[in-house]
């Protein structure tokens, strides 16, 4: 508890004091003021980068979702038993990498003279370069080619805790595979997801790397605006107030998951 008052609520608290003061030309005025917030309402572009943000976290849960149940199915009931920690080691490769070097890795497999430009062009599919990065569709494939292996594991581990009774159950019920899946399998391996996508959603709303390297600041997130405040504006209390912002988006989402969880186990 000291550990997390120190470290967490402390800091939170401090972001919180900030986000209410402002700043007035090159001096902070530290008085109790809902201005920041105001700004926020009030003017366009922060809102545009919150719906932003929300945009593409949604579809890259969705995404990383759709992808990495099958791949989890697949590793939990098809591998053989005495490859499966092989194939784990497997999927987890990708986080042995630097964040910023896989990055920038898409970065130059998508951009004009990337790999994926220059196949195009080898087999005269294109006649010109073409750019597939800086831009949104870039960031929403770095931030899948993350997220994806992250939902497997806490899926795989959802699906091996599942008891074969119950399908064997459904089975002498006379229920067919698509049935017994749709009914018994993805119910409940409903939490396994629900902690994934809500990990997904934490951190992809939050990143400021990907979207920086890959989307070419063409249309800005919350953490990119957030980051604009602070590096060239120096204004730390609406820098403060954004944060907030991003805090309430991620505790609502997190409330909104623990409920729906708790509906599905009851």
């Known amino acids: 508890m000291l550990w997390t008052a120190a470290f967490f609520v ?12 402002q700043r007035v030309g090159m001096s902070v005025i530290k ?3 809902l201005a920041n917030y105001q700004q926020f309402i009030g003017k366009s572009y922060f809102l545009q980068s919150l719906v932003n943000s929300l945009e593409v976290t949604v579809a890259v849960t969705v995404i990383s979702v759709v992808l990495a149940y099958p791949l989890a199915y697949i590793l939990a009931e098809r591998v053989p038993r005495q490859w499966q920690r092989l194939a784990l080691i497997l999927a987890i490769l990708p986080f042995w990498t630097s964040y910023v070097v ?12 990337g790999i994926l430009s220059n196949a195009l062009l080898a087999l005269g599919i294109t006649p010109e370069p073409v750019s597939f990065a800086n831009n949104r569709g870039a960031t929403v494939v770095g931030f899948v080619h993350f997220f994806v292996m992250l939902l497997t594991l806490t899926i795989y581990a959802n699906l091996k805790q599942l008891s074969p009774s119950y399908r064997k159950a459904a089975a002498d019920l006379g229920a067919g595979p698509v049935r017994t ?3 018994v399998t993805l119910p409940l391996t409903l939490p396994g997801i629900m902690v994934g996508a809500f990990l997904t959603f934490v951190l992809c709303i939050g990143d400021y790397i990907t979207p920086q390297i890959l989307g070419g600041n063409r249309e800005l997130l919350l953490p990119q605006t957030i980051m604009l405040q602070i590096a060239r504006r120096s204004d730390f209390p609406m820098a403060s107030a954004l944060a907030m912002v991003l805090m309430v988006v991620v505790s609502l989402v997190y ?3 623990a409920r729906w969880l708790k509906l599905e186990r009851a």
């Open 181 to 183: 899946f749709l009914y």
């Open 10 to 21: 402390v800091p939170l608290l401090i972001m919180a004091v900030y986000s209410l003061w």
């Open 255 to 257: 409330l909104a998951c």
């Open 31 to 33: 008085e109790a003021s």
């Open 102 to 113: 896989r990055s920038y890795s898409w970065l130059l497999v998508l951009s004009e003279g």
